[in-house]
């Protein structure tokens, strides 16, 4: 149980769980797709015991947020697809896992005592990696500049900054790896728009910090909703009494 409260190890537990599904999925047939699917959704609900009502709220409006967007993005839309055609099983509780794994990040002893140089230098990375995605990555990356613009700006005016940052740190490994071992691929250019992008594009967490500010954003209101349900139980128990 230590690794699913332990900061550091359990953002290295998500890396390498990320790693080892999406090493397995390169050689999955649809089936055996499935089955890693419900891996990843067994692991998300393991890391989700130690969490408070509001967290798994969070934990779970990223997960249908962020369905919706890969939906849109791979399957309607068209600028990157997934190795088979699909939307993986695993997509949508991974989702959740890397949300978790940043904010274990930016809940950690090193980033909490040394907040400005950790969003320094994720500043710079982000910024750099847009700048040599637009120039010197092989293919111009406007998309990616654009996501990176975003990035930064809620990096530098951001209430929940570090946060943020663990996301690009996630979200980097997790294309950067991705992409290379082919698990999905990036469309030159985003369907029926000018935006060229690259593969990945360089400031793609951009998009993930959406889906972050959404669950802070509604979780309490969700939590506030569900409590104001009308309780069925009891006065199902007094009607049959009555009877």
């Not at 993005?73 to 959740?96: C, D, K, Q």
């Given at each position: 149980?230590?690794?699913?409260?332990?900061?550091?190890?359990?953002?290295?537990?998500?890396?390498?769980?990320?790693?080892?599904?999406?090493?397995?999925?390169?050689?999955?047939?649809?089936?055996?797709?499935?089955?890693?699917?419900?891996?990843?959704?067994?692991?998300?609900?393991?890391?989700?015991?130690?969490?408070?009502?509001?967290?798994?709220?969070?934990?779970?409006?990223?997960?249908?947020?962020?369905?919706?967007?890969?939906?849109?993005?791979?399957?309607?839309?068209?600028?990157?697809?997934?190795?088979?055609?699909?939307?993986?099983?695993?997509?949508?509780?991974?989702?959740?896992?890397v949300y978790l794994a940043a904010l274990r990040i930016s809940q950690?002893?090193?980033?909490?005592?040394?907040?400005?140089?950790?969003?320094?230098?994720?500043?710079?990375?982000?910024?750099?990696?847009?700048?040599?995605?637009?120039?010197?990555?092989?293919?111009?990356?406007?998309?990616?500049?654009?996501?990176?613009?975003?990035?930064?700006?809620?990096?530098?005016?951001?209430?929940?900054?570090?946060?943020?940052?663990?996301?690009?740190?996630?979200?980097?490994?997790?294309?950067?790896?991705?992409?290379?071992?082919?698990?999905?691929?990036?469309?030159?250019?985003?369907?029926?728009?000018?935006?060229?992008?690259?593969?990945?594009?360089?400031?793609?967490?951009?998009?993930?910090?959406?889906?972050?500010?959404?669950?802070?954003?509604?979780?309490?209101?969700?939590?506030?909703?569900?409590?104001?349900?009308?309780?069925?139980?009891?006065?199902?128990?007094?009607?049959?009494?009555?009877?």
């Amino acid at each position: 149980m230590r690794v699913l409260t332990s900061p550091l190890p359990f953002a290295a537990a998500v890396v390498a769980i990320i790693v080892a599904f999406l090493g397995l999925d390169h050689f999955a047939t649809p089936p055996q797709q499935l089955a890693i699917g419900a891996a990843t959704w067994a692991a998300l609900l393991a890391a989700c015991i130690p969490l408070e009502a509001e967290g798994r709220a969070r934990v779970g409006i990223v997960v249908l947020v962020a369905t919706g967007a890969e939906i849109l993005g791979s399957i309607v839309i068209g600028a990157y697809e997934y190795r088979l055609g699909n939307l993986p099983a695993f997509v949508p509780p991974g989702h959740g896992l890397v949300y978790l794994a940043a904010l274990r990040i930016s809940q950690s002893r090193p980033v909490r005592r040394h907040r400005r140089v950790f969003l320094s230098v994720v500043i710079a990375l982000a910024a750099g990696w847009g700048v040599a995605g637009l120039a010197l990555l092989g293919r111009p990356d406007l998309l990616g500049a654009v996501c990176a613009v975003l990035l930064v700006y809620v990096l530098i005016r951001g209430r929940g900054a570090t946060l943020y940052a663990g996301v690009f740190i996630m979200v980097a490994l997790l294309e950067l790896y991705g992409t290379a071992i082919g698990a999905w691929s990036w469309a030159e250019a985003v369907p029926g728009t000018p935006l060229s992008a690259g593969n990945p594009p360089s400031g793609i967490a951009g998009v993930y910090v959406l889906f972050e500010i959404a669950a802070i954003a509604f979780a309490p209101r969700l939590l506030a909703a569900l409590h104001a349900l009308p309780r069925v139980g009891p006065r199902v128990a007094v009607a049959g009494g009555c009877g």
